[in-house]
């Protein structure tokens, strides 16, 4: 989404970097530093309603880390618009997790926003969004 | 998501609500002037991948309406975040369809993203997820 580049724009992406690294690390604490601690936040997670407010979200994901063995995330096709303080990335989570029940992949659409907060890029909204997993047909890797 | 009230917070509304009115209208020209006609514009539909580029963002809409007999679309919890030109606006989406299958209801989760362009607010972004569907149980309503 940007053909104007926001200076900010490197920030911006670490922010949201950061954001899917705790998740990968299932690091509460770093997820914790991610966010903007407000009524206003809000997390939208695949399939679910809205959870507003951070105390809410926080509840989420130690629920989330809790339930979860292991999990990896890569954000693809990441895009970013800001405008001053307000900035909204857009992009592709490619999740692996491991948990009770085995081993799953799965493919969701995310749009984050993120404000400044106390100079720092701390996200306000994430909503994310279940699309159709592509599965690689086999052979299709590098190791064939 | 609102404690600090945008004094253009008005204006954003009825951007939204303008959405709103050409999905229920089924109305493509209405939808056309709802958007920023930009590649940056992004469109998910509920439990697909992301469309970028206003012209596939459009032809969407223009199959989806094509494919619809009747729709109405009612946002409730309505919320605005605003940033100079830039405002997030999320919502739950309570649809009724008719198609050739019959009536159908769905609720969805939607976050909107809106752009000053040319002194109005233009959609930039409609990322809408489903999320399970509230049924009203016999004698919950008004008449009974």
Chains 1, 2 share one sequence.
Do not use: K
């Not at 914790?32 to 407010?53: F, N, Q, S």
């Not at 100079?119 to 190791?143: C, D, E, K, T, Y």
């Amino acid at each position: 989404m940007s053909e104007e580049t926001d200076p900010d724009e490197p920030r911006i992406l670490s922010a949201n970097a950061a954001f899917y690294a705790a998740l990968t690390a299932l690091d509460l604490p770093a997820m914790e530093a991610a966010w903007a601690h407000e009524p206003r936040a809000v997390c939208v997670h695949p399939g679910r309603e809205a959870l507003h407010g951070w105390e809410d979200v926080r509840t989420s994901w130690e629920r989330i880390f809790a339930a979860t063995g292991w999990m990896h995330v890569e954000p693809t096709d990441v895009r970013v618009v800001a405008v001053g303080e307000l900035a909204v990335v857009t992009c592709s989570e490619n999740i692996t997790t491991r948990a009770e029940g085995g081993v799953g992949v799965a493919s969701t659409r995310a749009t984050n926003v993120f404000a400044i907060r106390a100079g720092a890029w701390r996200m306000l909204l994430h909503h994310a969004s279940p699309v159709p997993v592509n599965v690689a047909p086999p052979g299709a890797g590098a190791f064939q």
